[in-house]
């Protein structure tokens, strides 16, 4: 099987510009491509796993990545999918974003000599010049076609700002200096992205006649359609100071059923003849896949010794073995209020739910328990007492556990 078989048959590919040309170049080595990662927060999160896994399969196939971080065109902000515009965010907060993406990225890319390259916008887009850009670029760029990108849609329906219709024309920019600057030859990303990817390859044509190619990635989505990687708290984060390792591979062993093996498929490195012996297990053994699917992707991310650990506290949870591993919280005697600590509070502190409304919600619910019994008094206090020595295990809907000591 190619290489180009292989993204096919995990179901990665959506869309192309020249099949026949990208096959050839990611089948013998020979592209030179890119994927763009704005720094909006301080961490990577699941939507850019996907990528990252997509750039570590084609190196290891040969081919040559570039991590272009976004620190030029973090200043405007993608409005792709979003139906509001994205906060402002501050040069100091950019260059600490970016640095810490730098961090995680080598976790996954070789970036030795000649094998990989991590390159800022930045340093081009930051110099230009408004009326130099506008005669350089600006004729390429119809306006009219602009209006109909599918990445300008939902915002075009509160009002798109001048700022953001911007973004286009500076991803587009991108390809074209990455091509002068490294001989890039082919962009990825997501389908959201479709649009501002074709403005790059027009523009080198139009600019250089040369021809440039762009291939986006299935959107990671689950069966009812929605983006997967997003919990009642926020994000799955790749840093393990915003998302555990054991709630990142908890938050894998929990996928539904219909989408276990499609996430094995377009995620590991497993082999795909084993992935498809699995599309015949069912039931029990389906629990199994999701196993495997969280070990994988916990490995990947935080190594070895994290995802067995992992693996043992969630076992852990539903047998009465040991359960060292359990993801733990440990309060301050300043937490407590007169020697104790009430319910709503402890949920919050060790991680469980993100507010107090949240806390609140979940006890008159039902859904919070603390060593085992139901709590449904949100005026509930728990004695500092019991959370000394081995604490206790606190328990928030069927899948959200910690156990918390002082």
């Avoid at 192309?16 to 050839?24: G, L, M, S, Y």
């Avoid at 021809?211 to 994000?235: F, H, P, R, V």
Wanted: aromatic fraction near 8%.
């Amino acid at each position: 099987m190619t290489v180009y078989e292989e993204l096919q048959a995990r179901g990665l590919i959506a869309q192309v510009t020249d099949e026949e040309e990208i096959k050839e170049l990611v089948n013998n080595g020979k592209a030179t491509f890119y994927i763009g990662f704005d720094p909006t927060a301080d961490s990577l999160h699941v939507g850019h796993f996907m990528a990252l896994c997509l750039m570590k399969r084609l190196q290891m196939a040969g081919n040559k990545p570039i991590a272009l971080l976004g620190g030029g065109t973090g200043m405007i902000g993608d409005p792709s999918g979003r139906s509001d515009m994205r906060q402002m965010m501050t040069v100091e907060t950019i260059q600490h974003n970016c640095d810490c993406f730098k961090e995680q990225m080598s976790r996954f890319i070789d970036f030795s000599e000649g094998k990989a390259l991590m390159v800022n916008n930045a340093d081009w887009l930051m110099d230009l010049n408004y009326i130099e850009l506008l005669r350089e670029v600006g004729p390429h760029f119809s306006v009219n076609r602009m209006l109909t990108a599918e990445c300008y849609k939902q915002r075009m329906e509160k009002g798109l700002s001048f700022l953001e219709f911007n973004y286009m024309i500076m991803q587009s920019y991108d390809f074209y200096a990455l091509f002068q600057k490294y001989g890039c030859n082919m962009q990825f990303g997501g389908d959201d992205q479709w649009s501002n990817m074709l403005g790059g390859t027009e523009l080198i044509r139009r600019k250089l006649g040369k021809d440039a190619y762009a291939m986006t990635i299935t959107l990671l989505l689950n069966s009812e359609g929605k983006k997967m990687g997003k919990t009642q708290s926020g994000a799955v984060w790749l840093d393990p100071k915003k998302t555990s390792p054991f709630d990142f591979y908890q938050y894998w062993r929990n996928v539904g059923d219909a989408d276990v093996l499609k996430c094995l498929r377009m995620l590991t490195f497993l082999p795909i003849e084993q992935i498809d012996e699995m599309d015949k297990w069912e039931g029990s053994q389906l629990n199994q896949a999701k196993e495997i699917l969280a070990y994988e992707l916990t490995n990947l991310v935080h190594g070895e010794e994290e995802a067995q650990k992992a693996q043992e506290g969630a076992r852990a949870l539903f047998s009465k073995g040991n359960a060292a591993n359990m993801p733990t919280s440990n309060l301050e005697e300043e937490d407590l209020t007169d020697g104790s600590i009430d319910i709503i509070t402890l949920l919050q502190k060790s991680g469980l739910v993100p507010s107090r409304s949240e806390g609140r919600r979940a006890v008159e619910q039902g859904g919070v328990s603390v060593d085992g019994e139901k709590i449904t008094d949100i005026k509930h206090l728990v004695p500092g007492e019991s959370l000394r020595g081995e604490g206790i295990v606190v328990k928030r809907g069927k899948k959200n556990f910690r156990k918390v000591t002082l």
